[in-house]
T-cell receptor, first 109, second 113 residues
């Protein structure tokens, strides 16, 4: 099956700093999403981005499908950005969703 | 618009017992997926239900089973509980036409002793 890797596994940032999270996947995929899981366990869908670039406020994401990676950019980080960021892929629509191991982000004041 | 809800929030069971977890999907959604998230790991896909039938399954044994009801709510049943079943169980709903727009519930934390 598809393997999903995320880096770095852990990240500590000072409030206001920028960061880039990476997701590599081992095979072509039809769907790719980024999620944020807050410290209370709630998973929030950030981006659906099988290819191209999207932006939503301080967050943006880029997927280069031909090279099998996606990047999540967080600018001007805030303490509320803390939590775990997951990349999840599907090889085809309606297939099982495969999550990566996540990047744990801590933003300190 | 009502979001995805799950019950109970927390549950403690003994090895060998059976458990039923419940999920109410978001209004307008007709597809429900269940995930198991062990501590420190990403969620793992258990199965998905659409039109009251299982529509895809991950690498979980048959003692993990589910149901979807006509109102699109769903149950996850686990028989013969094992210690390794201790995890956060997440339910996500979506509409069949937009499978990538999944909305997750808050989860049920299951502890097996």
């Amino acid at each position: 099956g598809i393997q999903v890797e995320q880096s770095p596994p852990d990240l500590i940032l000072q409030e206001g700093a920028n960061s880039t999270l990476r997701c590599n996947f081992s095979d072509s995929v039809n769907n790719l999403q980024w999620f944020h899981q807050n410290p209370w366990g709630q998973l929030i869908n950030l981006f659906y981005i099988p290819s191209g670039t999207k932006q939503n406020g301080r967050l943006s994401a880029t997927t280069v499908a031909t090279e099998r990676y996606s990047l999540l950019y967080i600018s001007s980080s805030q303490t509320t950005d803390s939590g775990v960021y997951f990349c999840a892929v599907e090889k085809t629509s309606y297939d099982k969703v495969i999550f990566g191991p996540g990047t744990s982000l801590s933003v300190i004041p | 618009e009502t979001g995805v809800t799950q019950s109970p929030t927390h549950l403690i069971k003994t090895r060998g017992q059976q458990v039923t977890l419940r999920c109410s999907s978001q209004s307008g959604h007709n597809t429900v997926s269940w995930y198991q998230q062990a501590l420190g790991q990403g969620p793992q896909f258990i199965f998905q239900y659409y039109r009251e039938e299982e529509n895809g399954r991950g690498n979980f044994p048959p003692r993990f089973s589910g149901l979807q009801f006509p109102n699109y709510s769903s149950e996850l049943n686990v028989n013969a509980l094992e210690l390794d079943d201790s995890a956060l169980y997440l339910c996500a709903s979506s509409h069949r036409t937009k499978p990538y727009e999944q909305y997750f519930g808050p989860g049920t934390r299951l502890t097996v002793t």
